[in-house]
C-alpha cells in the first residue's frame, strides 16, 4: 500500500487543520491506520490509530479531546482533525498502515508509510 499525506500548513495556536492521507491498493479496510508525529530533536510518536472498520481508536493522552482520526474506508482515505493547536503540536505528521486489525502506538508495529507533512503552530 502507497501513502500520500496533506494537509500540512501554519497556522496559529487555537486553531485546526485537517490531514488527509490517502492510500492505494486494495483492501483498505483491512489496515490499521495511524498518525504519527516527530519534532525536531524527539522521537516519533503515534498521535492517534484507527482500526479497519473504525470502531476502535487511540489517541495520546497529549491529543486527546483536541484531535479526532476517521476514515473513509470507501475513500481508501484517512483524516485526522486538529482542533485546539499549540505550539507543541508543532512536527512532521506522518500516516502509516499495517495490515490486521491490532491498534498498534509503536513506530515498528507499521510497516508503511507516507511521506510526510508539516504542521506549524505560531504562538
Known amino acids: 500500500v502507497q501513502l500520500q499525506a496533506s494537509g500540512g500548513g501554519l497556522v496559529q495556536a487555537g486553531g485546526s487543520l485537517r490531514l488527509s492521507c490517502a492510500a492505494s491498493?486494495?483492501?483498505?479496510?483491512?489496515?490499521?491506520m495511524g498518525w504519527f508525529r516527530q519534532a525536531p530533536g524527539k522521537e516519533r510518536e503515534c498521535v492517534a490509530a484507527i482500526s479497519g472498520s473504525g470502531r476502535s481508536r487511540y489517541y495520546a493522552d497529549s491529543v486527546k479531546g483536541r484531535f479526532a482520526i476517521s476514515r473513509d474506508n470507501a475513500k481508501n482515505t484517512v483524516y485526522l482533525q486538529m482542533n485546539s493547536l499549540k505550539p507543541e503540536d508543532t512536527a512532521v505528521y506522518y500516516c502509516?498502515?499495517?495490515?490486521?486489525?491490532?491498534?498498534?502506538?509503536?513506530?515498528?508495529?507499521?510497516?508503511?508509510w507516507g511521506q510526510g507533512t508539516l504542521v506549524t503552530v505560531s504562538s
Open positions: 502509516a498502515a499495517e495490515f490486521g486489525y491490532r491498534l498498534g502506538s509503536s513506530s515498528t508495529e507499521y510497516n508503511y
Open positions: 491498493g486494495r483492501s483498505f479496510s483491512s489496515y490499521t
